[in-house]
């Protein structure tokens, strides 16, 4: 199939970009990278009056450590953020899922933040974004705001986004503590069946888990060993509410969470 028609914007600045999209509301879509959008459009699943084309602007072309923390642009392709010397010190985590995120091909074409926005539930970065707890900058003509991880990711593809913002970047604490992931998938670069990721904090761990609720989840456990750690994860795999599908099944999710959710667990608190 082929999309339906729909007027071209190719912003020469971010407050045209904005401008727009205030005007249009929900009748505009901001497109990046394109990776998601473009199915979506072909399909028809999307049809929106107007696209927004903000992938000329440098503005949001960057990647930015200051105070601790890594923001990514709206602009930066996820083979950029892969690319960027610093990744393996400040983002470890990313560093660890970056590569399970599609293939090159994908990568070089989508932006981090065109994931985040677009919220598959199986998709890796917002899983990333979720256990490192972080922050999505959101902006609109009339205000800028910055929204929790936790907050932001509202149920299957659905964020707390309005119709007039777009989100002009990410920020991610840099990441020095100890971190794991690991990802199931028919292929690897296909979304994931269950994907983990664990993250010490003060007094304990915190283990996410996409692929399996509508939207990545994240719980914070104190240091349990034997039993006690086994008893929290199938608590937590049951939690989820995980359903059959064309992938796997519920039990096989709930499976994997416990298994892999133990093994990351006692591979960030030796």
């Known amino acids: 199939m082929k999309p339906a028609a729909f007027d071209y914007v190719r912003a020469e600045h971010l407050d045209e970009a904005l401008d727009v999209l205030g005007r249009e509301g929900s009748d505009a879509r901001i497109v990046a990278g394109g990776q998601s959008l473009m199915a979506m459009l072909n399909m028809r699943l999307a049809k929106p009056k107007t696209l927004i084309d903000i992938m000329r602007l440098p503005e949001l072309a960057r990647i930015e450590r200051k105070a601790g923390t890594v923001t990514v642009g709206a602009g930066v392709r996820q083979a950029s953020l892969l690319d960027w010397p610093e990744l393996g010190r400040s983002l470890r985590l990313a560093a660890m899922a970056l590569p399970w995120t599609g293939h090159a091909q994908t990568r070089s074409r989508g932006t981090v933040c065109g994931s985040i926005a677009h919220a598959d539930p199986s998709a890796e970065l917002p899983l990333v974004l979720r256990a490192l707890g972080g922050k999505v900058h959101l902006r609109s003509a009339r205000r800028r705001r910055r929204v929790a991880a936790k907050d932001f990711f509202a149920g299957m593809m659905a964020t707390t986004r309005t119709d007039e913002e777009l989100i002009e970047a990410v920020s991610f604490p840099a990441d020095q503590t100890r971190c794991a992931f690991r990802e ?87």
């Open 184 to 270: 199931v998938a028919r292929r690897h670069g296909d979304f994931a069946i269950v994907a983990c990721a664990a993250v010490a904090t003060g007094d304990g761990v915190r283990l996410a888990v996409g692929g399996v609720a509508d939207m990545p989840v994240a719980r914070d456990f104190p240091r349990l060993e034997g039993s006690a750690l086994d008893d929290a994860l199938n608590g937590f795999a049951y939690e989820l509410d995980a359903r059959d599908d064309v992938h796997a099944t519920a039990r096989y999710r709930r499976d994997l969470v416990r298994m892999i959710g133990r093994d990351l667990v006692r591979e960030v608190l030796p």
